[in-house]
């Protein structure tokens, strides 16, 4: 296995710095370091742009950013234990790793951006859906210039499905109204120390640059009633809205019998228009 630079390989670091992976923390790492490359390069170019990682661990995807020429990278890092690793990357790269030992959910991120900011990540998995939604649920347009995040499959598989697919949901709409999503890498349980028992792959999500014009608490309101009983039809599954169910569904111009799944992120939008506009 090729080396990209001149550390030592992540194997080492971690049987060095005693890192064994912690399910408590949502830690599967990455030792591949021409996987981390690729991950790193699927974000696009990086010679101008600042990066922010959460959850770097022994610095697999950190090393990958900077050898491909991340401007800079801001890493976020809970775990004391992988501090000392990370501080060796960053005496390595001179002036380009900071590092931050923090809870990422209590990060206020956007104020650590500088300049073009990317977020690229191997996201804890169990951090990784509230961190996503809380980036899209932000004031828009957004700090970030793409999000370039790994998750679990299936969570993948959900963010980037459209209308008539299995995995569309309320997940699915955040991120189709304010981004295009697009799964950009696949990786399988073996790539992984400890493997995990489900694959995961890497998500892009780009901002759209005016997404429909909506009130995202009132978009989360009506998707939840929508798919909090997907199987029925909107007439029915609406009605926990309270109000004029079928006169919201008419103006919103969709078909009362459709069900949450066949409905585009553009009829949620009119949805919670129609709705925001009736509600006292």
Request: aromatic content about 4%; hydrophobic content about 45%.
């Amino acid at each position: 296995m090729a080396q990209i630079d001149g550390l030592p390989p992540l194997r080492d670091v971690i049987r060095r710095h005693g890192l064994d992976a912690r399910k408590s923390l949502g830690q599967n790492f990455l030792l591949d370091l021409n996987l981390t490359a690729r991950i790193a390069r699927s974000s696009g170019r990086l010679d101008d742009i600042t990066v922010i990682e959460v959850g770097p661990g022994p610095g697999g995807l950190t090393r990958g950013l900077l050898a491909e020429g991340a401007a800079k990278v801001i890493a976020i890092e809970k775990d004391r234990r992988c501090l000392p690793a990370l501080e060796e990357i960053a005496a390595a790269y001179p002036g380009r790793l900071e590092i931050i030992e923090d809870d990422a959910l209590a990060v206020d991120m956007a104020g650590l951006a500088e300049g073009k900011t990317r977020i690229v990540a191997n996201l804890p998995y169990n951090v990784a859906t509230p961190l996503l939604t809380g980036w899209l649920e932000a004031s828009w347009p957004p700090f970030w210039d793409s999000l370039t995040l790994m998750f679990q499959k299936e969570v993948a598989e959900r963010i980037v499905a459209h209308a008539g697919d299995k995995a569309y949901g309320r997940l699915a709409v955040l991120a189709g109204w304010r981004t295009h999503a697009e799964i950009v890498l696949n990786l399988p349980p073996q790539a992984f120390t400890p493997p995990p028992k489900v694959s995961s792959a890497v998500v892009q999500l780009v901002p759209r640059a005016v997404p429909l014009a909506c009130d995202i608490k009132v978009l989360a309101r009506v998707t939840a009633a929508a798919f909090g009983q997907r199987r029925k039809m909107l007439r029915a599954a609406l009605k926990s809205l309270g109000g004029d169910t079928p006169g919201l569904i008419e103006k919103a111009g969709l078909n009362p019998t459709a069900r949450a799944e066949e409905i585009p992120v553009e009829g949620f939008v009119a949805l919670a228009n129609v709705f925001q506009q009736q509600t006292p």
